[in-house]
C-alpha cells in the first residue's frame, strides 16, 4: 500500500516523506510547489504537481496508486498572512482540505493524518503547559481555519468510514540530521529560520517582537520540536490507524518553553557569531507563552522524543542553512571553518 503525502515538497512534509521511505513505505506526493521545492522530494517518492483542491488529479492519484492513508501537510501556513488575507486561508486550509477528504472518502480510504497547530488554542489564558481539551480559542483567520478543518474530520469520522489523527504542532523546527531536506521557505517568518539566516549574513539583523510580555525575559515563549520528531509522531500515527485506532488530537511538542532571547542566545553559541537584534513592538497575533503537554501523543502513539533541546535544533538548522547557502555559493567561509570543528 502507498500513502499519499499532501504539501511533500515543503518543510515539514519533505521530511515525511524521508521518514516514510526510511521506514519502508511506499509514497506519493501531491504539491503544487507555491511555497515547496520540488528538489526537496525524495527521488524515490511518485510527484503529482498539482492542487489539493483539484479533484480531477485526486481521483487520477486514487486510481493509478494502491493508496491507504492520506497524511495532509498541504496549506498556507504564515499566520500574520492570514490576518491580511483571511478569505485565502479559509480556501486553501479548509475548503481544500474539505475536498481532499470527499475525495478520500470517495476512494475508500479509511486513514487520513492532519497538520493542526497549536494556534488553535489561541488566547484562552492558560498559563501552564496546554492539554487538548483546554479551551479553543483561535485568535487568527490561520489557527481558525485549521480548527475548522479539525471540525470537518471529527463530523466526516461520525458519518463515514473514515479514522483520523490530528496533530497540533507547536513551534516544528531543525533539519535532517543527515540534512537530505530542510526549511528552505523563502522570505520565511519563523524566528528560528529567521535567526540562522541572520548569523550566516543573509539578514543584516535580527528583528524581535515584543519584549513586554510576562515571561522570563519579557520576550515571547515557545516549545519547539524538532522537524525529525515530528515526522515519528506522523509515522507513530500512521500505526496506530492502520491497527484500528479511534479519531485522536495530540499535542507535538516537548513540554519546555524557550523565549526568543534563549533561542538568539543559541544561534549565537552555535555559530560562534553575534549579529544585531533590533528590539520592536509586539506582533499581531502573538501569545506570550505556548507550551504543549504531549501526555497523550506520548501514551496513545507511544512516542519518544529523540532530538528534544534547543541546542540540537539550532545546529541541525544551521548545518541546513550553511548547505543551503553553499548551494548558492554565498561566502560563508568562517562559518563553515567553525561549523566543520564541530561534532554532531
Ligand atoms: N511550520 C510550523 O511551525 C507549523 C506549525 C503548525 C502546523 N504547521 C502545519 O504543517 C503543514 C506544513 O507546514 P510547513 O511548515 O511544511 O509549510 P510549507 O509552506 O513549507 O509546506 C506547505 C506545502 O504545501 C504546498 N501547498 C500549499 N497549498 C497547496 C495546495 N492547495 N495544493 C497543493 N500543495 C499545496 C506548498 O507548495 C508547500 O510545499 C501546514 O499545514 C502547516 O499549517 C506548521
Ligand atoms: O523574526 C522573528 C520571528 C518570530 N519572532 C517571535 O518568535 C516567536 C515565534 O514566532 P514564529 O513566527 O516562529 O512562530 P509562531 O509561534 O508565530 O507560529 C508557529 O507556531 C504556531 C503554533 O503555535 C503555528 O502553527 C504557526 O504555523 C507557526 O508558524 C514569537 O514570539 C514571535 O514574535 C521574533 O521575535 N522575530
Redesign the pocket.
Known sequence: MAVLVTGGAGYIGSHMVWALLDSGEDVVVLDRLSTGFRWAVAPEARFYLGDVGDTEILSQIFSENDIDAVIHFAGS???PESIRQPLSYYENNTGKTRTLIAATLGAGIRNFIFSS???VYGANGIDRPIVESDPLSPQTP?GLSKLMSEMMLQDASTAHDLRYVALR????AGADPELRTGQSTLNA????K?AVETALGKRRK?????TDYPTHDG??V?DFIHVADLAQAHLSALRYLRKGGQPLVANCGYGTGYS?LDVLSAVMEESGRRFEVNYLP??EG?MAS?IADSTLLRRKLNWMPRHDGINEIVRTSLEWELLLSRRNSLSVSGLQQRLASLTF
Do not use: E, K, P, Q
Open positions: 501556513v504564515v499566520v497547530t497549536a494556534a490561520y504542532y507547536f513551534n516544528v517568518t519563523h524566528l528560528i529567521a535580527m528583528d524581535v517582537y515584543g520576550t515571547g515557545r526568543v509586539r506582533r502573538d505556548v
